[in-house]
């Protein structure tokens, strides 16, 4: 889980947070920069194609790898092929054909998500998901400071003028994440299929789309009742805060004047300690107090973190600054996120694990992705501080709804569910 929680976590920031430095460095406009993290919504509707991957053999590669592994593979292939195609184009000539390998790369990488989210729920009981979840987050975050920082310190070291534009150093760094995914390839062929779960037979291709659309859908809404409607909102919008704001990160750095060394330096070092030591503790915290506390911690923490960015806005070009709100940041979402995993995790019923899956983690993008779309005319419009702030303010949603969900006591409903499935 450790490697292929690497694996899944590497094209994120590759056509979001990182490739919006290269295209501020290219000199193109925060608008457009802003506009172009829509390409993150394929992740929003990766629902839309997750009950293929929960029933659809590939051909060949089903038949020797299994269903999960297959679908792995494949997805790899295609962020592989994306990033090749990213490291052969100059955004600030070519701009389209960037944002065309980079949809490549999303189509991938969700459909990676999907097979993988499957593949941890069905290798492990629920009483091991908390723990799964904490390593699979560790060598997600882990991946984020490699294809952030990383490409930043790689590309910094090939570039031939100091402070210039250097396109291929960007396609250096890129031609070397296309070969860290790998690491996710020989993780997977290396790995056991999880025991395949028995679905039931169908007879003809109406029964078969009621059992891959319909289903699983449906079991969830009659599972939690009208509880569904909370839990359903709550996953809309609790990484809201989070999702917003790094959008802006990069060009932030690159406005303040911070080079690709110190940002790269700063996340290495600060980054993956304090990422580590976040998913550590949210991982323990979880399983030690129970998953909606430590729902509620993460959230008001991923707000706080955001004031401080707010704070580093006035200070100008400060080093040590950087360095402590970086460090802030990193252990807030280590233990959000650890937390959230397993909320998620939690919550789907094994038959439908893929498509059930990918609903909530698809819902937990569309909404901040669209918003974040707008990121880039609002800090035009009002400012990198006025902007940190909102995004620490459109948090505060978040904490009424686990509230709520508490006091319905949403989470003794699902334990009693829970094992009421089991005992069937």
Same mark, same amino acid.
């Given at each position: 889980m450790l490697f292929l929680g690497f694996s899944a976590g590497l094209p994120l920031l590759l056509i979001l947070g990182t490739l919006s430095f290269w295209l501020r460095e290219a000199g193109i406009d925060r608008s457009t920069i802003g506009y172009l993290t829509w390409v993150g919504l394929?992740?929003?509707?990766?629902?839309?194609?997750?009950?293929?991957?929960?029933?659809?053999?590939?051909?060949?590669?089903?038949?020797?790898?299994g269903r999960r592994r297959s679908w792995l593979l494949f997805a790899q292939a295609l962020i592989v092929i994306g990033l090749l195609g990213m490291a052969s184009v100059d955004p600030k000539v070519a701009l389209n054909q960037i944002v065309w390998c980079a949809l490549l790369v999303a189509f991938g990488s969700a459909t990676q998500d999907i097979a993988l989210?499957?593949?941890?729920i069905e290798s492990a009981d629920s009483d091991r998901q908390a723990a799964l979840s904490a390593t699979y987050q560790t060598g997600y975050r882990l991946a984020l400071i490699w294809s952030g920082a990383g490409v930043l310190w790689l590309a910094a070291r090939v570039e031939t003028g100091s402070g210039s534009y250097d396109v291929d150093a960007w396609h250096f760094a890129y031609l070397c994440m296309a070969v860290s995914i790998g690491i996710g390839v020989i993780t997977t062929l290396l790995s056991q299929e999880p025991v395949k779960v028995q679905l039931a037979k169908v007879r003809n291709a109406k029964e078969w789309l009621h059992q891959t $659309?319909?289903?699983?859908?449906?079991?969830? =809404?009659?599972?939690?009742?009208?509880?569904?409607?909370?839990? $359903?909102?709550?996953?809309?919008?609790?990484? =809201?805060?989070?999702?917003?704001m790094g959008i802006m990160a990069n060009p932030f750095y690159v406005d303040m004047g911070y080079t690709k060394d110190e940002v790269a330096a700063v996340s290495k070092v600060f980054g993956v300690i304090m990422t580590l030591v976040g998913a550590f503790v949210g991982g323990v915290l979880t399983m030690r107090f129970g998953v909606m506390r430590i729902l509620f911690l993460g959230a008001i923490l991923s707000a706080l973190s955001n004031v401080l960015f707010a704070w580093l806005a006035t200070q100008g070009h400060d080093l040590h600054g950087l360095i402590w709100v970086i460090s802030a940041d990193n252990l807030s979402s280590g233990i959000a996120s650890a937390a959230f995993i397993a909320f998620l995790s939690s919550l789907t019923n094994i038959r439908y694990s893929a498509t059930q899956y990918a609903l909530f983690s698809s819902m937990m993008l569309l909404l901040p992705k669209w918003l974040a779309g707008f990121s880039g005319a609002f800090v035009d419009a009002f400012g990198y501080q006025v902007f940190f702030y909102g995004t620490a303010i459109i948090g505060a949603p978040v904490l009424v709804l686990i509230w709520l969900a508490i006091r319905l006591h949403i989470v003794e409903f699902k334990k009693h569910d829970t094992q009421v499935s089991h005992q069937q």
């Amino acid at each position: 889980m450790l490697f292929l929680g690497f694996s899944a976590g590497l094209p994120l920031l590759l056509i979001l947070g990182t490739l919006s430095f290269w295209l501020r460095e290219a000199g193109i406009d925060r608008s457009t920069i802003g506009y172009l993290t829509w390409v993150g919504l394929i992740y929003a509707f990766k629902w839309v194609w997750a009950p293929l991957v929960d029933r659809l053999p590939i051909p060949i590669l089903t038949r020797v790898l299994g269903r999960r592994r297959s679908w792995l593979l494949f997805a790899q292939a295609l962020i592989v092929i994306g990033l090749l195609g990213m490291a052969s184009v100059d955004p600030k000539v070519a701009l389209n054909q960037i944002v065309w390998c980079a949809l490549l790369v999303a189509f991938g990488s969700a459909t990676q998500d999907i097979a993988l989210d499957a593949f941890r729920i069905e290798s492990a009981d629920s009483d091991r998901q908390a723990a799964l979840s904490a390593t699979y987050q560790t060598g997600y975050r882990l991946a984020l400071i490699w294809s952030g920082a990383g490409v930043l310190w790689l590309a910094a070291r090939v570039e031939t003028g100091s402070g210039s534009y250097d396109v291929d150093a960007w396609h250096f760094a890129y031609l070397c994440m296309a070969v860290s995914i790998g690491i996710g390839v020989i993780t997977t062929l290396l790995s056991q299929e999880p025991v395949k779960v028995q679905l039931a037979k169908v007879r003809n291709a109406k029964e078969w789309l009621h059992q891959t $659309l319909v289903e699983p859908f449906a079991e969830f =809404i009659c599972r939690y009742g009208w509880h569904a409607v909370i839990i $359903l909102a709550l996953i809309a919008i609790y990484r =809201i805060s989070d999702v917003v704001m790094g959008i802006m990160a990069n060009p932030f750095y690159v406005d303040m004047g911070y080079t690709k060394d110190e940002v790269a330096a700063v996340s290495k070092v600060f980054g993956v300690i304090m990422t580590l030591v976040g998913a550590f503790v949210g991982g323990v915290l979880t399983m030690r107090f129970g998953v909606m506390r430590i729902l509620f911690l993460g959230a008001i923490l991923s707000a706080l973190s955001n004031v401080l960015f707010a704070w580093l806005a006035t200070q100008g070009h400060d080093l040590h600054g950087l360095i402590w709100v970086i460090s802030a940041d990193n252990l807030s979402s280590g233990i959000a996120s650890a937390a959230f995993i397993a909320f998620l995790s939690s919550l789907t019923n094994i038959r439908y694990s893929a498509t059930q899956y990918a609903l909530f983690s698809s819902m937990m993008l569309l909404l901040p992705k669209w918003l974040a779309g707008f990121s880039g005319a609002f800090v035009d419009a009002f400012g990198y501080q006025v902007f940190f702030y909102g995004t620490a303010i459109i948090g505060a949603p978040v904490l009424v709804l686990i509230w709520l969900a508490i006091r319905l006591h949403i989470v003794e409903f699902k334990k009693h569910d829970t094992q009421v499935s089991h005992q069937q």
